[in-house]
């Protein structure tokens, strides 16, 4: 994980971060059966601080997770507008096709976009902004369109893609917002954000919502890309690379901000309902510092659900934002719900089965972080988890996917990549998206 620091609309890196990695890791969904890759139990430190413990009330409670459904569509980051994705259908997974979509990223500039799926077409974009659309089914390639770039902003990296009726919405690191159509990527309209996006944009009829890395959020109509409202949050001198996007649900939006407040806004009018703050009681380094929700919150049967990775990890009530449970849980990736359980990958390299009730732990497993155990060197990222077809499906930096059991979080399987794996799977019509850092698509069908 690295730190960036907001200059204008440039991002730059200014400290390496190697002391913690976001997390990940195997009846074989893809790939041989093998044994766990690092038998034994790893108890960490960061344990004695953290509410990271299996609670022995739930000993005896079995997980039950709701049948799988398929999802004709995956519009935009973190799946549908409230990023409520629950249990996905996948047949007998394969290899379908692979595909390089263009240029990758690197350590200097991450690509950090993951693709979304509509109507049978993928559309990516690459660290270069040329967005592409291929067919689901084939790969074929259907068209692409190189975004105009700043000659000033050619570094600029960020943003991502979002899918609303007909039309692509694409935030960009040199600080736009951009219309294009899905059929062909006719340019309809641009617009200025006040800095470089963090994530990808947030859309749902009414309005198309992207926020910026110096915690501002810009609402625009999505026909017009006329201003409908913005709002700001506490200003940040450094956050985590990447972002989150926001949840919408109905006509309220659950945004997050690097400084750790999340804020329920009202669409229609940009009107604030209340807010919360996933700012760390104890704060004993630099990297506990960091507040930031880079995780997408999640909105659930009237739950907006959120973590940081300062080590908070709430529980709202969407009509009043009181908090219905808090627990010392800390992430940067966005938490996946299916039925009554929350799984979270959570801070040095543990992924966790949550009631979504009352936030207690039912199974904790330890992910490897360090390509080096012996010498703890070398830091293992992990993305995910995603759940479809009984698997929870994360990946990593090492170009590993892994599929772990929902149910006792033992390791089932894993699969190799072409590359470096930065953003999470993707899952649309009972297929399985792999985005690599070297610009390379995989499809599993």
Same mark, same amino acid.
């Given at each position: 994980m690295s730190l960036i620091k907001k200059t204008g609309t440039a991002t730059k890196f200014v400290v390496a971060l190697t002391a913690m990695t976001a997390l990940s890791a195997c009846e074989s969904w893809i790939g041989d059966d093998e044994a766990p890759p690092l038998p034994g139990e790893r108890l960490s430190v960061l344990l004695i601080d953290s509410d990271l413990e299996p609670d022995p009330r739930l000993a005896d409670l079995k997980v039950k997770l709701p049948k799988p459904y398929k999802n004709r569509d995956w519009p935009q980051l973190g799946g549908y507008s409230d990023h409520a994705m629950h249990h996905l259908d996948v047949g007998g997974i394969e290899e379908a096709w692979s595909r390089d979509f263009g240029d990758g990223g690197?350590?200097?500039?991450?690509?950090?976009?993951?693709?979304?799926?509509?109507?049978?077409?993928?559309?990516?974009?690459?660290?270069?902004?040329?967005?592409?659309?291929?067919?689901?089914?084939?790969?074929?390639?259907?068209?692409?369109?190189?975004? /105009?770039? &700043?000659?000033?902003?050619?570094?600029?990296?960020?943003?991502?893609? =979002?899918?609303?009726?007909?039309? %692509?919405?694409?935030?960009?690191?040199?600080?736009?917002?951009?219309?294009?159509?899905?059929?062909?990527?006719?340019?309809?309209?641009?617009?200025?954000?006040?800095? @470089?996006?963090?994530?990808? @944009?947030?859309?749902?009829?009414?309005?198309?919502?992207?926020?910026?890395?110096?915690?501002? !959020?810009?609402?625009?109509?999505?026909? !017009?890309?006329? $201003? $409908?409202?913005?709002? =700001?949050?506490?200003?940040?001198?450094?956050?985590?690379?990447?972002?989150?996007?926001?949840?919408?649900?109905?006509?309220?939006? %659950?945004? &997050?901000?690097?400084?750790? /407040?999340?804020?329920?806004i009202r669409v229609s009018n940009g009107r604030s309902l209340w807010s919360d703050s996933l700012t760390s009681l104890r704060r004993s380094d630099a990297l506990s510092s960091l507040a930031d929700v880079r995780g997408a919150p999640v909105i659930d049967r009237g739950v907006g659900y959120a973590v940081s990775q300062s080590g908070r990890m709430v529980a709202l009530d969407m009509r009043s934002g009181g908090r219905i449970w808090d627990r010392r849980v800390g992430g940067i990736n966005t938490p996946w719900i299916a039925g009554d359980y929350l799984f979270v990958l959570a801070n040095d390299g543990h992924l966790v089965a949550m009631t979504r009730r009352g936030g207690r732990v039912l199974w904790l497993q330890s992910l490897p972080i360090w390509e080096d155990e012996e010498d703890l060197e070398d830091p293992i990222n992990w993305v995910g988890p995603v759940l479809a077809g009984d698997r929870l499906i994360l990946a990593?930096?090492?170009?590993?996917?892994?599929?772990?059991? &929902?149910?006792?979080? /033992?390791?089932?399987?894993?699969?190799?990549?072409?590359? &470096?794996?930065?953003?999470p799977p993707v899952v649309a019509d009972g297929a399985v998206y792999i985005q690599t850092e070297d610009g390379v698509l995989h499809a599993y069908r």
């Open positions: 690197d350590d200097e500039a991450r690509l950090l976009s993951t693709p979304v799926i509509v109507d049978g077409v993928v559309y990516v974009v690459d660290i270069d902004y040329m967005v592409s659309a291929f067919d689901a089914e084939t790969g074929d390639r259907l068209w692409e369109v190189d975004v /105009e770039i &700043p000659e000033e902003d050619e570094e600029a990296f960020g943003g991502g893609l =979002a899918y609303s009726r007909g039309r %692509l919405f694409l935030t960009t690191g040199f600080a736009s917002l951009i219309s294009l159509g899905a059929k062909d990527g006719t340019e309809y309209w641009r617009v200025d954000l006040s800095g @470089p996006a963090r994530s990808a @944009p947030a859309v749902n009829e009414d309005a198309v919502i992207a926020i910026s890395i110096d915690n501002q !959020t810009l609402a625009v109509d999505p026909a !017009t890309g006329e $201003k $409908k409202w913005s709002h =700001a949050g506490f200003s940040e001198v450094a956050g985590m690379i990447g972002g989150a996007s926001a949840a919408i649900y109905k006509d309220v939006a %659950l945004v &997050p901000y690097t400084s750790g /407040e999340v804020f329920a990593n930096n090492l170009g590993e996917v892994y599929t772990i059991s &929902p149910y006792s979080g /033992e390791f089932l399987g894993k699969i190799e990549v072409s590359g &470096p794996v930065r953003v």
